[in-house]
């Protein structure tokens, strides 16, 4: 995992961005899994049951997006990384604004 990680902290220094190959096929499954849920939003219009069917549309439109787990991984180390720079960043303008407010 640890060498995932340095692969992952590497390439994204590097080129600022992740590519995974199998990430075309994912987008590929979710276009077909996508098409299946509207098909049955469709059937469900057929059926009477348009409320039901709005709902399947939006739960089809609305899925997270699709990530390979190495772009995962990713996103999970980006997050960590800009949480300690938000950290170290509040902790500097701590340290940095000690001078007591003047009032007139």
Same mark, same amino acid.
């Given at each position: /995992?640890?060498? %995932?990680?340095?692969? *992952?902290?590497? %390439?994204?220094?590097?080129? =600022?961005?992740?590519?995974?190959?199998?990430?075309? &096929?994912?987008?590929?499954?979710? #276009? &077909?899994?996508?098409? =299946?849920? /509207?098909?049955?939003?469709?059937?469900?219009?057929?059926? =009477?049951? *348009?409320?039901?069917? =709005?709902?399947?549309?939006?739960? +089809? #439109?609305?899925?997270?997006?699709?990530?390979?787990?190495?772009?995962?991984? +990713? @996103?999970?180390? /980006?997050?960590?990384?800009? @949480? $300690? !720079?938000?950290?170290?960043?509040?902790?500097?303008? #701590?340290?940095?604004?000690?001078?007591?407010? $003047? !009032?007139?």
């Amino acid at each position: /995992m640890r060498e %995932e990680v340095q692969d *992952i902290a590497k %390439e994204l220094s590097t080129s =600022g961005a992740i590519r995974d190959p199998a990430h075309t &096929r994912l987008e590929e499954t979710r #276009k &077909r899994v996508v098409a =299946g849920w /509207m098909n049955v939003a469709a059937t469900l219009d057929a059926q =009477g049951e *348009i409320s039901l069917a =709005g709902d399947v549309r939006w739960f +089809a #439109k609305n899925l997270p997006p699709v990530l390979t787990d190495r772009e995962r991984l +990713a @996103a999970q180390f /980006m997050r960590f990384v800009n @949480a $300690r !720079t938000s950290a170290r960043t509040r902790e500097a303008d #701590k340290v940095r604004n000690r001078e007591p407010e $003047r !009032t007139r």
